[in-house]
């Protein structure tokens, strides 16, 4: 099925570990967003990319890197977990043309840092 | 820089209509949106407004747009209990990525 796909589902990491939560889209979509969700906070955008080889940062890019080699994959990686990353990842993509009709967001990533 | 802001419950009976109300700030905004996001899922594009039309309307749904206020709002009609979710109001300009502020959602409650 067409869409935004986000692996792991859950993940329980270790303060100081690292991962990579992967992202991928079938949608030849230019556009590519990192946003985390933390209880009354609604969504904060983390990393974003508008093509392939480009990326920038959001509005809480510290922690978090990310690389876009190719159109389909946007991969978030943690460098060194902290308690405070605790959250639900999403990732969401648009089609170049038509991105202001709105963003596709894949099922989330349910991360916990002990 | 851009604020969207909602409030964050409510409740309503089976049956009723339900008004979602959202404010922003930033007076460029040209594109407001609504999402839905149910219970361990992501967010799911409900409809779209563009800044030049003061309504829309999509089968239960009706979107109303007052410009000069920055004031959005989501009416959804016959509310049922599959309608329980957190909905998201989201605006984004012209001209540049188109990516979304959102608000911090409101969870609405539809009980018998």
């Known amino acids: 099925n067409a869409g935004v796909t986000q692996t792991p589902k859950f993940q329980v990491l270790k303060t100081g570990q690292s991962m990579t939560l992967q992202c991928a889209q079938d949608?030849?979509?230019?556009?590519m967003s990192w946003y985390r969700q933390d209880p009354g906070m609604g969504l904060r955008l983390i990393h974003y990319?508008?093509?392939?080889?480009?990326?920038d940062q959001g509005e809480v890019p510290n922690g978090y890197n990310v690389s876009r080699s190719t159109t389909e994959d946007f991969p978030l990686r943690l460098l060194s977990a902290a308690p405070s990353q605790t959250s639900v990842y999403f990732c969401?993509?648009?089609?170049?043309?038509?991105?202001?009709?709105?963003?596709?967001f894949g099922s989330g990533t349910r991360l916990t840092v002990v | 820089g851009e604020d969207v802001e909602q409030s964050l419950f409510l409740s309503v009976r089976e049956g009723d209509s339900s008004v979602i109300n959202c404010t922003y700030t930033?007076?460029?905004?040209?594109?407001l949106y609504w999402y839905k996001q149910e219970p361990g899922a992501g967010l799911q594009l409900l409809t779209y407004?563009?800044?030049?039309?003061d309504m829309k309307q999509d089968q239960r749904l009706t979107v109303l747009l007052n410009k000069k206020d920055k004031h959005l709002s989501l009416r959804i009609a016959d509310t049922q209990t599959g309608d329980s979710a957190i909905y998201f109001c989201?605006?984004?300009?012209?001209?540049?990525?188109?990516?979304?502020?959102f608000g911090r959602g409101t969870s609405l409650i539809v009980h018998p």
């Open positions: 407004i563009f800044s030049n039309m």
């Open positions: 949608m030849n979509h230019e556009y």
């Open positions: 969401a993509s648009s089609y170049g043309q038509n991105r202001h009709y709105g963003y596709t």
């Open positions: 989201a605006e984004s300009e012209s001209g540049g990525s188109y990516i979304p502020t």
């Open positions: 930033d007076s460029s905004s040209t594109y």
């Open positions: 990319s508008v093509g392939a080889g480009i990326t």
